[in-house]
């Protein structure tokens, strides 16, 4: 059952979150970032949601969403969170096998290895249906070879492995692709010959950059492959469902930081003796800005229950949901807390012109907002396709 109201347990975490989040400056660096992470890592943060079984916190994607949004609205939002334990260590929690799981989800809990996730294809965009980079096994070792291409990968340079979505050579069409995805999902080291990355010029400035990747017919043992290559989309989705709550979470903090900063200005800032947040035109945009993040902050909180709760059908929808709520109200809660500084807010003193880009992740990544209304008003709604 979904709650509505955070338990003691949620609001303690919560708390302890926003304590240690605070005592730690922006990170501004990878040598920052990666302390920043080690230090969440051995507080449990990192690994919450992973099974204790396997040295995690044996909590869900309800508790790990909590510690992103804490960290965001401290202005460190962690972007690897989303990726490495949401998605990898999610599939491979629920899909992999023994070794697998004693191999990888030890250090992706306490924080000594990262992992990447590959799945847009530069013809292919957000349409998984279109993938073509392809898995051919070889009859007599077991072995698969991999090829193709992927682009905006977060965070390879930092990742030990990247989790790599691809298909099976035996569900292609004489088009060379198929409308019917099964999907499968293999781990490549980063040192694996033939598994090329090249850093993507971005005018977005964050820690974790953004990559190309290149796989030249990457020849990887036959357990690489992360559960069974004809489970079709529920395995993607046991990945794709928390990523979408996860960017809510860093959506949802990287709005609640702005607002913060502009509720404190507006507080001190005087003009003809009267603070400026005393002027309905100043006030008004910002109460809005608050109301909008609490209500995706609901949304995210029921796609959470939902997936934790085992629905994976029903996570869907409400996590496209939570993720399309976040990421209108995180750039327009950006966009009024620049507003309300005015010249302050493009300064680096007050730290929030950075974010003018940055919040554009919310909407734009990992899906669109209108692939979003596409699936919503499709799924939900019943409306014919017009593609």
């Known amino acids: 059952m979904t709650t509505l109201i955070e338990s003691n347990e949620h609001k303690s975490l919560r708390e302890a979150v926003a304590a240690f989040a605070k005592t730690h400056p922006h990170t501004t660096n990878a040598e920052d970032n990666t302390r920043l992470w080690q230090a969440a890592a051995k507080l449990g943060y990192i690994g919450v949601n992973l099974p204790e079984a396997y040295g995690g916190g044996g909590a869900g994607i309800t508790e790990l969403s909590l510690v992103l949004e804490e960290l965001g609205a401290a202005g460190n ?58 898995a051919r096994r070889d009859a007599a070792t077991g072995d698969w070879s991999l090829t193709g291409r992927k682009v905006f990968v977060s965070g390879v340079d930092l990742a030990d492995a990247t989790l790599i979505v691809g298909r099976t050579e035996t569900v292609s069409t004489k088009e060379g692709r198929t409308g019917n995805l099964k999907p499968c999902l293999f781990i490549v080291p980063r040192d694996t010959p033939g598994f090329e990355r090249r850093p993507i010029d971005m005018e977005l400035n964050a820690v974790e950059r953004q990559f190309e990747l290149t796989l030249d017919d990457v020849r990887l043992p036959a357990d690489a492959l992360v559960g069974d290559e004809d489970a079709g989309l529920l395995q993607l989705f046991a990945g794709l469902n928390p990523e979408r709550v996860m960017t809510a979470a860093f959506g949802i903090g990287m709005g609640r930081y702005a607002l913060a900063k502009a509720v404190e200005y507006a507080r001190e800032r005087t003009v003809w003796k009267t603070p400026i947040g005393a002027h309905q035109a100043i006030a008004h945009p910002l109460a809005q800005a608050h109301i909008d993040l609490e209500l995706a902050r609901l949304m995210m909180q029921k796609a959470a229950h939902l997936y934790d709760a085992g629905d994976d059908v029903g996570a869907g929808e409400a996590a496209n ?67």
């Open 321 to 387: 949901m939570a993720k399309y709520a976040a990421g209108e109200a995180c750039v327009k809660a950006v966009d009024q807390a620049v507003h309300t500084l005015g010249g302050n807010g493009l300064t680096r003193e007050f730290g929030l012109a950075r974010l003018i880009t940055a919040s554009r992740v919310a909407r734009i990544a990992p899906v669109s907002r209108e692939m979003i209304l596409n699936y919503v008003s499709h799924q939900t709604l019943g409306l014919p396709k017009s593609y």
């Open 77 to 134: 939002p962690l972007l690897m969170m989303i990726v490495s334990p949401a998605i990898c260590g999610t599939v491979i929690a629920r899909f992999g096998t023994e070794e697998q799981k004693r191999e990888w989800l030890p250090p992706l809990a306490d924080g000594t290895r990262l992992m990447a996730f590959g799945i847009t294809e530069p013809d292919a965009g957000s349409n998984s249906h279109r993938i073509t980079t392809t």
